[in-house]
T-cell receptor, first 113, second 113 residues
Framework: EAGVAQSPRYKIIEKRQSVAFWCNPISGHATLYWYQQILGQGPKLLIQFQNNGVVDDSQLPKDRFSAERLKGVDSTLKIQPAKLEDSAVYLC???????????FGPGTRLTVL | GDSVTQMEGPVTLSEEAFLTINCTYTATGYPSLFWYVQYPGEGLQLLLKATKADDKGSNKGFEATYRKETTSFHLEKGSVQVSDSAVYFCALIPDTGRRALTFGSGTRLQVQP
């Protein structure tokens, strides 16, 4: 069974630019999560989808971050415009059920200069 | 809100030494507790879990017991190997409300031959 796929693996941008990350969850997994992991900290949830509906986006900075999960499969996380403090690893995870084990992708490392 | 506190690293041990990584949590009710591991260059992987008080999770020689009275979930291994070198994250999912993981800040383990 293929794991969670993410791209790109690395991205370097200037502040105020835009960036988008893509995630393909494990086939059949209804729940998808985006986490932000700042260096030296544990991952923090940004948004959680159940199929193509948002379950929790309470910690998503909605003035600059947006996410969508069209057709309940792939998901895209966008930052516009980026700030220096957005430098982090962005992790995507999926689970078969809302309360099931979460499987993580390799992450996208974003550097904002 | 819910939180997880881990001992700071790095923890440096010699091969075959005994390992303990402390983890305590703050949450109402009976959260589910987890240990995740991140090997160099890889994504987060679930190491073990416990879903109710006094449960013991175990995997690959690692163990952790859910102690409700001390709100703790310490990770132990009797004899570490060089291949155990990684970052270890303690995490919880509350039993009500938001069902996403809340992580500790991680503890880096370095095992020397």
């Amino acid at each position: 069974e293929a794991g969670v796929a993410q791209s790109p693996r690395y991205k370097i941008i200037e502040k105020r630019q835009s960036v988008a990350f893509w995630c393909n969850p494990i086939s059949g997994h209804a729940t998808l999560y985006w986490y932000q992991q700042i260096l030296g900290q544990g991952p923090k949830l940004l948004i959680q989808f159940q199929n193509n509906g948002v379950v929790d986006d309470s910690q998503l900075p909605k003035d600059r971050f947006s996410a969508e999960r069209l057709k309940g499969v792939d998901s895209t996380l966008k930052i516009q415009p980026a700030k220096l403090e957005d430098s982090a690893v962005y992790l995507c995870a999926s689970s078969r059920l809302l309360e099931g084990e979460q499987f993580f992708g390799p992450g996208t490392r974003l550097t904002v200069l | 809100g819910d939180s997880v506190t881990q001992m700071e690293g790095p923890v440096t041990l010699s091969e075959e030494a005994f390992l303990t990584i402390n983890c305590t949590y703050t949450a109402t009710g009976y959260p589910s507790l987890f240990w995740y591991v991140q090997y160099p260059g890889e994504g987060l992987q679930l190491l073990l879990k416990a879903t109710k008080a006094d449960d013991k999770g175990s995997n690959k020689g690692f163990e952790a017991t859910y102690r409700k009275e001390t709100t703790s979930f310490h990770l132990e291994k009797g004899s570490v190997q060089v291949s155990d070198s990684a970052v270890y994250f303690c995490a919880l999912i509350p039993d009500t409300g938001r069902r996403a993981l809340t992580f500790g800040s991680g503890t880096r383990l370095q095992v020397q031959p």
